[in-house]
């Protein structure tokens, strides 16, 4: 009986560590990748004439890409406005040239964002001495999203299937059963915009977006470029509500507020696949970051738990599940919410129970309004593992098992493929869940904030997700920004967004090898040439008075 008694302790002993329930605070190794930043003075003189040129540089490039759009972008098949022009339509038809005018644009737009991250978290792995003010990077965002929002859509034909899909709602059929041709009919000027891989398949998204797609169809009916301009519109709306939300955020983990936007609004992923692209992954990400802000206010604001802290709390989670009314993965920060809400009360497990049973009630009764008072029910519940067909090499589970799966063939195995994707995503889905388990236990016991778990939490979906599309990446990186602002987190989140943002075609389909190649080239000529003739107008070393690797942290702002 001692024995036994011995074991199950040990057991229990384990469990608690494996969950987290019994590790101190020092010894949390994701705690390492958040430490306060320190106010500094704003930029001097020489700091802001090299701001004007910087922000000149990235607006150029933006500029480039929204003309190179015009011949590589993903231009609609019918309704084309350049489709015959002689001086517009020449972009469609000098498709290397014009695809090397993408890429330099792109590039230049890369240098910039690395540039102005100078004048906002510093150098590698130090405080900036000077950094640029808020209004500063304001002005410079909107300089560099307003090119891409007037031009035709890039990186991605999505747009085309949103339409499609939105088309179907408005004639009163169930987007959630028919595909394009089914809804619409192969011939419909929507279905053939749609990629074919996408034709025949139901709509993937959540019900208030195919209810404001289906306002958007009644709207503009069949006219495509009318239909990508809502949908744009829609778009920025949400990188709107991520530029109010996220230096909110980042004041309640301690982080300067123009480090979170340069990392999670100014980001080229953002530029180009939530603006550029016109993906619904922006009005998600929005209100998402919205709602949890209003939350955080109930939660660590408010001195007593009164009834405007009671109408706080429920307005930011309905806002939190109405975007996942959009995707449903966003569902996610809720249980980040209700554990925030749970070591508040300060009561154990009940207290999580009751955040939970709340938070529950507000979120189904949330989604049945919306499924219900749309009319579109509840059928995107059963096609939401629609993309799951697509192979994304971003994705490590599908990566592991398609180069597993190919080193099988060479050896003389077989491809089993198919048979390892089986295997490996649901052994991914469960390391996924209990990444994001062991961050909820986190927040509950303090060790972590919760705007810095849920990234990490969001960070193991989107690595673990049977399939990852270039602005998936977005999911963590954006919430992150507002608390991870150790090199640790930083370094690897700069070189991934710079790689993603520059291997990704820009109308999302394949070109030439030798169009690529030669396109390449140019664009590395072009970059070196440029960064040598700018050796000492730009900051491309680190100058004296750009960054200091050693400064006294002082808490920037934090509330919580």
Same mark, same amino acid.
């Given at each position: 009986?001692?024995?036994?008694?011995?074991?199950?302790?040990?057991?229990?002993?384990?469990?608690?560590?494996?969950?987290?329930?019994?590790?101190?605070?020092?010894?949390?190794?994701?705690?390492?990748?958040?430490?306060?930043?320190?106010?500094?003075?704003?930029?001097?003189?020489?700091?802001?004439?090299?701001?004007?040129?910087?922000?000149?540089?990235?607006?150029?490039?933006?500029?480039?890409?929204?003309?190179?759009?015009?011949?590589?972008?993903?231009?609609?098949?019918?309704?084309?406005?350049?489709?015959?022009?002689?001086?517009?339509?020449?972009?469609?038809?000098?498709?290397?040239?014009?695809?090397?005018?993408?890429?330099?644009?792109?590039?230049? /737009?890369?240098?910039?964002?690395?540039?102005?991250?100078?004048?906002?978290?510093?150098?590698?792995?130090?405080?900036?001495?000077?950094?640029?003010?808020?209004?500063?990077?304001?002005?410079?965002?909107?300089?560099?999203?307003?090119?891409?929002?007037?031009?035709?859509?890039?990186?991605?034909?999505?747009?085309?299937?949103?339409?499609?899909?939105?088309?179907?709602?408005?004639?009163?059929?169930?987007?959630?059963?028919?595909?394009?041709?089914?809804?619409?009919?192969?011939?419909?000027?929507?279905?053939?915009?749609?990629?074919?891989?996408?034709?025949?398949?139901?709509?993937?998204? *959540?019900?208030?977006?195919?209810?404001?797609?289906?306002?958007?169809?009644?709207?503009?009916?069949?006219?495509?470029?009318?239909?990508?301009?809502?949908?744009?519109?829609?778009?920025?709306?949400?990188?709107?509500?991520?530029?109010?939300?996220?230096?909110?955020?980042?004041?309640?983990?301690?982080?300067?507020?123009?480090?979170?936007?340069?990392?999670?609004?100014?980001?080229?992923?953002?530029?180009?696949?939530?603006?550029?692209?016109?993906?619904?992954?922006?009005?998600?990400?929005?209100?998402?970051?919205? *709602?949890?802000?209003?939350?955080?206010?109930?939660?660590?604001?408010?001195?007593?738990?009164?009834?405007?802290?009671?109408?706080?709390?429920?307005?930011?989670?309905?806002?939190?599940?109405?975007?996942?009314?959009?995707?449903?993965?966003?569902? %996610?920060?809720?249980?980040?919410?209700?554990?925030?809400?749970?070591?508040?009360?300060?009561?154990?497990?009940?207290?999580?129970?009751?955040?939970?049973?709340?938070?529950?009630?507000?979120?189904?009764?949330?989604?049945?309004?919306?499924?219900?008072?749309?009319?579109?029910?509840?059928?995107?519940?059963?096609?939401?593992?629609?993309?799951?067909?697509?192979?994304?090499?971003?994705?490590?589970?599908?990566?592991?098992?398609?180069?597993?799966?190919?080193?099988?063939?060479?050896?003389?195995?077989?491809?089993?493929?198919?048979?390892?994707?089986?295997?490996?995503?649901?052994?991914?889905?469960?390391?996924?869940?209990?990444?994001?388990?062991?961050?909820? /236990?986190?927040?509950?016991?303090?060790?972590?904030?919760?705007?810095?778990?849920?990234? %990490?939490?969001?960070?193991?979906?989107?690595?673990?997700?049977?399939?990852?599309?270039?602005?998936?990446?977005?999911?963590?990186?954006?919430?992150?920004?507002?608390?991870?602002?150790?090199?640790?987190?930083?370094?690897?989140?700069?070189?991934?967004?710079?790689?993603?943002?520059?291997?990704?075609?820009?109308?999302?389909?394949?070109?030439?090898?030798?169009?690529?190649?030669?396109?390449?080239?140019?664009?590395?000529?072009?970059?070196?040439?440029?960064?040598?003739?700018?050796?000492?107008?730009?900051?491309?070393?680190?100058?004296?008075?750009?960054?200091?690797?050693?400064?006294?942290?002082?808490?920037?702002?934090?509330?919580?």
């Amino acid at each position: 009986m001692a024995v036994a008694d011995g074991a199950g302790r040990k057991v229990m002993e384990l469990g608690r560590r494996v969950l987290g329930l019994d590790v101190r605070p020092s010894d949390h190794t994701i705690a390492v990748l958040h430490t306060n930043e320190s106010e500094v003075p704003g930029l001097d003189r020489r700091e802001t004439l090299q701001l004007m040129r910087i922000r000149l540089l990235g607006a150029t490039g933006v500029v480039i890409m929204a003309i190179s759009a015009l011949g590589v972008g993903a231009q609609p098949v019918h309704q084309n406005p350049t489709s015959g022009l002689r001086v517009l339509g020449f972009f469609a038809r000098a498709h290397t040239s014009t695809l090397a005018m993408c890429m330099i644009g792109a590039t230049l /737009v890369v240098m910039a964002w690395l540039l102005l991250g100078r004048f906002a978290v510093g150098g590698w792995g130090g405080n900036p001495r000077h950094r640029l003010t808020r209004s500063q990077m304001d002005r410079t965002l909107l300089l560099w999203i307003i090119p891409l929002s007037v031009a035709p859509p890039m990186f991605s034909n999505d747009v085309y299937s949103y339409l499609a899909q939105s088309e179907i709602a408005a004639r009163g059929l169930d987007p959630y059963q028919v595909g394009p041709v089914d809804g619409l009919g192969l011939s419909n000027v929507l279905t053939n915009n749609v990629p074919n891989i996408w034709r025949e398949t139901p709509a993937p998204y *959540g019900p208030l977006f195919l209810w404001m797609g289906r306002g958007i169809a009644e709207l503009t009916g069949s006219n495509i470029i009318a239909g990508v301009w809502m949908h744009r519109l829609l778009a920025l709306a949400g990188v709107a509500l991520i530029v109010w939300a996220l230096p909110r955020l980042a004041r309640r983990c301690g982080v300067a507020p123009v480090s979170a936007l340069w990392l999670g609004a100014a980001n080229p992923l953002v530029l180009f696949h939530l603006v550029g692209g016109v993906h619904n992954d922006a009005i998600m990400l929005g209100l998402m970051l919205a *709602g949890l802000e209003f939350c955080l206010r109930a939660i660590d604001d408010a001195p007593v738990f009164d009834r405007n802290a009671w109408a706080t709390l429920i307005f930011g989670a309905v806002v939190i599940t109405l975007s996942s009314s959009i995707k449903i993965t966003s569902i %996610v920060a809720l249980g980040f919410v209700g554990m925030a809400l749970a070591r508040r009360w300060g009561r154990g497990l009940r207290s999580i129970l009751l955040a939970g049973c709340i938070l529950a009630a507000i979120a189904i009764g949330t989604t049945v309004f919306v499924s219900g008072f749309s009319g579109l029910g509840f059928g995107w519940v059963y096609t939401l593992n629609q993309a799951s067909t697509v192979r994304s090499y971003l994705s490590l589970p599908t990566a592991v098992s398609i180069i597993t799966g190919f080193g099988g063939v060479l050896l003389g195995l077989g491809d089993h493929t198919t048979a390892l994707l089986d295997l490996i995503r649901p052994m991914a889905e469960i390391v996924m869940a209990f990444v994001i388990l062991r961050m909820l /236990v986190a927040t509950w016991t303090g060790r972590l904030n919760p705007i810095g778990a849920l990234g %990490v939490g969001l960070g193991a979906l989107v690595l673990l997700f049977p399939v990852v599309q270039p602005w998936y990446l977005l999911w963590a990186i954006v919430p992150l920004a507002a608390w991870a602002n150790r090199p640790a987190f930083r370094v690897p989140a700069v070189v991934l967004s710079v790689v993603v943002s520059m291997i990704v075609m820009p109308r999302g389909a394949d070109f030439y090898v030798f169009q690529i190649v030669e396109s390449a080239i140019a664009t590395v000529l072009v970059g070196v040439l440029f960064i040598f003739l700018t050796r000492n107008v730009l900051p491309w070393r680190n100058q004296p008075g750009v960054s200091a690797p050693s400064q006294r942290p002082t808490a920037y702002g934090v509330s919580s």
